[in-house]
Nanobody, 118 residues
Framework: QVQLVESGGGLVQPGGSLRLSCAAV????????MSWYRQAPGQLRHLVAG???????NYADAAKGRFTISRDNEKNTIYLDMKNLKTEDTAVYYC????????????WGQGTQVTVSP
């Protein structure tokens, strides 16, 4: 069994900061790319940021300059540091990871709510 356990969401005022965490736990033999997606009400789920196990990163335009994705390979954990948050960043944030058990598969976390409101 493999799970992605997310934490760190919450309510923050515009201009504030939050840090999200996502840990892959279970019978894991390897972890490849990990990423953060978000889904606002009534909208499709979109990529926010991704990171390879070598540390290469990519960001959506809306995240560049404000969000930073990082990774601890020993803990199979990624982080998303978000600063200067805007109301339009309000969404459920999901972690995704490519994980090797007896084969490679994509796994998703349960989602964590981020609400940016005055």
């Amino acid at each position: 069994q493999v799970q992605l356990v997310e934490s760190g969401g919450g309510l923050v005022q515009p201009g504030g900061s939050l840090r999200l965490s996502c840990a892959a736990v279970g019978n894991i033999h390897g972890v490849s790319a990990m990423s953060w997606y978000r889904q606002a009400p009534g909208q499709l789920r979109h990529l926010v940021a991704g990171i390879t196990n070598g540390g290469s990163t990519n960001y959506a335009d809306a995240a560049k300059g404000r969000f930073t994705i990082s990774r601890d390979n020993e803990k199979n954990t990624i982080y998303l540091d978000m600063k200067n948050l805007k109301t339009e960043d309000t969404a459920v944030y999901y972690c995704k990871a490519e994980i090797l058990t007896n084969h490679w598969s994509d796994y998703w976390g349960q989602g964590t709510q981020v609400t940016v409101s005055p």
